[in-house]
């Protein structure tokens, strides 16, 4: 019941709610889930040092981290800049036979992406098993921060021929990426494909990306016009 509740004030933005209910009780009392809730609340609220230093107590009570723990505490190594402290959740993840696990190869392709390391996550891409959505989305996206587009636009192809769908955040990622290469074409079918074949309603953002792409290449007047179609929409 804790657990949840920490989740939902976390969720709501107050997470010192959350934390007065996490402290309430005597460390020994909290089980797996509790611990998890508020490493997870601290870093959707940016507090990455409390993250951090609560997963220590964590240890130190003899509490076994989870998929659910890392998948948690990764994605505070970004703000904190340090790939070196996300090397260690990473070696302490394959220890523990965690690194197999979608929900921990996602957050491991995205702190790597993030951190400027790209072949790292690559590697972590290959090795990852059990491959959803979100994996995917994460290595294109992470392509696409880095300036490698063709990959990026391989892999979404790649994507569909194993049957994954992809959802509106990997067409972001992938017109995005079309974007600063140029790729108008490309982009184009791909935005089509959004709405004939998976049957996903623009967003803002994808048209801001087709905007911005055909934009790049001196296409204005079409740019002025998926813009307008924004402004009926």
Known sequence: MESYLIDMYAKSGLIRASQQIFERNNTGDRDQATWNAMIAGYTQNGLVEEAFITFRQ???????????????????????????LGKQLHGFSIRHLLDPNVFVGSALVDMYSKSGSISY???????????????????????????????????????????????????????????????VDEGLQIFELMESKYKIQPSTEHYCCVADMLGRVGRVVEAYEFVQKLEVA
């Open 121 to 183: 996550a690559e590697n972590v891409f290959a090795q990852t098993s059990e491959k959803n959505p979100v994996t995917y989305t994460t290595m294109i996206l992470g392509y696409g921060q880095h300036g490698m587009s063709e990959r990026a636009l391989s892999l979404f192809h790649k994507m569909q021929e194993c049957d994954i769908e992809p959802d509106a955040v990997a067409f972001v990622a992938v017109l995005s990426a079309c974007s600063y290469a140029g790729l």
């Open 58 to 84: 964590m240890l130190e009570q003899n509490v076994t981290p989870n998929v659910v723990t890392i998948a948690s505490v990764l994605p505070a190594c970004n703000p904190m800049g340090s790939i070196e």
